[in-house]
């Protein structure tokens, strides 16, 4: 074999074993991820909305309204009312339990379930909102928590409380006008935000709530009431005499005040009242 053959014999050798750099033959690629890791998958989310230090809120207070929202995007994922009944009173306020035992799903309750379908690991804000029915009471809480594809939050779901109570003038009728000088009975109710009623010696007990009212005139408190427990379900009642026309030419609000300083609950409920002259006595002919 001539030199300049051999030459070339080992180079075409060396090309062999030895690619030239830029030069790319087979190689083996990694395996393409299985399908399912890509698909998306069903995830529960169970909510429930409570009333703090009570029950949860249900059908009996319009229950409450629940959204829960994409973080990154700002999109709306799932959003409905929560349904259902306040819970079993003695399984969620007298029973001891451990720490990561359920409080308010050991029997039905109110609450918002949601099946999203996800691709990877979502932040999300849930918010709620209530008692709907009692708008002039409603409270809002919300909380911002990873969402895994296909890990279901199940048993008490993502739990949230709302703090207050429902306050409602039960007497005199809002907007009703008043005789100035009258001896008038002012009665509240005071519940809380499931509609648990709250009085003496109960769950919910009045004797650790301050409870009172306010007469004003204009945006000024013309006198402050003490309110007592009535008898009656959660109602509540205080005296008061209506003042005179031309010291609230424009009417009175009664504002009713419920605060519980040490569970964190506080309500407030008014309404406005004309306030007319004296009765005069009728003339007989």
Same mark, same amino acid.
């Given at each position: 074999?001539?030199?300049?053959?051999?030459?070339?014999?080992?180079?075409?050798?060396?090309?062999?074993?030895?690619? @030239?750099?830029?030069?790319?033959?087979?190689?083996?690629?990694?395996? @393409?991820?299985?399908?399912?890791?890509?698909? @998306?998958?069903?995830?529960?989310?169970?909510?429930?909305?409570?009333?703090?230090?009570?029950?949860?809120?249900?059908?009996?207070?319009?229950?409450?309204?629940?959204?829960?929202?994409?973080?990154?995007?700002?999109?709306?994922?799932?959003?409905?009312?929560?349904?259902?009944?306040?819970?079993?009173?003695?399984?969620?306020?007298?029973?001891?339990?451990?720490?990561?035992?359920?409080?308010?799903?050991?029997?039905?309750?109110?609450?918002?379930?949601?099946?999203?379908?996800?691709?990877?690991?979502?932040?999300?804000?849930?918010?709620?909102?209530? @008692?709907?029915?009692?708008?002039?009471?409603?409270?809002?809480?919300?909380?911002?928590?990873?969402?895994?594809?296909?890990?279901?939050?199940?048993?008490?779901?993502?739990?949230?409380?709302?703090?207050?109570?429902?306050?409602?003038?039960?007497?005199?009728?809002?907007?009703?006008?008043?005789?100035?000088?009258?001896?008038?009975?002012?009665?509240?109710?005071?519940?809380?935000?499931?509609?648990?009623?709250?009085?003496?010696?109960?769950?919910?007990?009045?004797?650790?709530?301050?409870?009172?009212?306010?007469?004003?005139?204009?945006?000024?408190?013309?006198?402050?009431?003490?309110?007592?427990?009535?008898?009656?379900?959660?109602?509540?009642?205080?005296?008061?005499?209506?003042?005179?026309?031309?010291?609230?030419?424009?009417?009175?609000?009664?504002?009713?005040?419920?605060?519980?300083?040490?569970?964190?609950?506080?309500?407030?409920?008014?309404?406005?009242?004309?306030?007319?002259?004296?009765?005069?006595?009728?003339?007989?002919?």
């Amino acid at each position: 074999m001539s030199p300049f053959s051999t030459t070339l014999f080992l180079v075409l050798l060396s090309c062999l074993f030895f690619p @030239p750099h830029g030069f790319s033959g087979p190689v083996d690629l990694p395996p @393409p991820p299985p399908a399912q890791l890509n698909t @998306p998958q069903p995830t529960t989310i169970m909510v429930r909305v409570v009333s703090h230090g009570s029950m949860v809120l249900g059908h009996d207070v319009g229950g409450a309204r629940v959204t829960i929202t994409d973080v990154a995007s700002g999109a709306v994922l799932a959003t409905g009312i929560q349904q259902g009944e306040a819970g079993d009173q003695n399984q969620i306020m007298r029973t001891p339990r451990m720490m990561d035992e359920p409080q308010y799903s050991t029997r039905a309750s109110a609450s918002f379930t949601a099946t999203l379908h996800l691709t990877h690991p979502t932040l999300v804000d849930i918010a709620a909102e209530g @008692p709907l029915a009692y708008p002039a009471a409603a409270q809002r809480a919300s909380q911002r928590v990873w969402l895994i594809p296909g890990e279901n939050m199940t048993n008490d779901g993502i739990v949230l409380a709302l703090y207050g109570y429902i306050v409602q003038i039960e007497h005199p009728r809002p907007n009703d006008p008043l005789i100035a000088r009258d001896d008038i009975i002012l009665r509240a109710s005071i519940r809380t935000l499931s509609g648990s009623l709250v009085r003496p010696h109960g769950d919910w007990d009045s004797r650790k709530v301050h409870i009172y009212a306010e007469v004003l005139i204009g945006d000024r408190v013309h006198e402050r009431l003490q309110m007592f427990y009535s008898g009656r379900n959660a109602e509540f009642d205080a005296p008061f005499f209506v003042p005179l026309p031309q010291d609230a030419p424009n009417g009175i609000t009664l504002r009713v005040i419920a605060a519980d300083p040490a569970g964190g609950n506080f309500g407030v409920g008014q309404a406005m009242f004309p306030v007319l002259s004296e009765r005069r006595p009728s003339r007989h002919h």
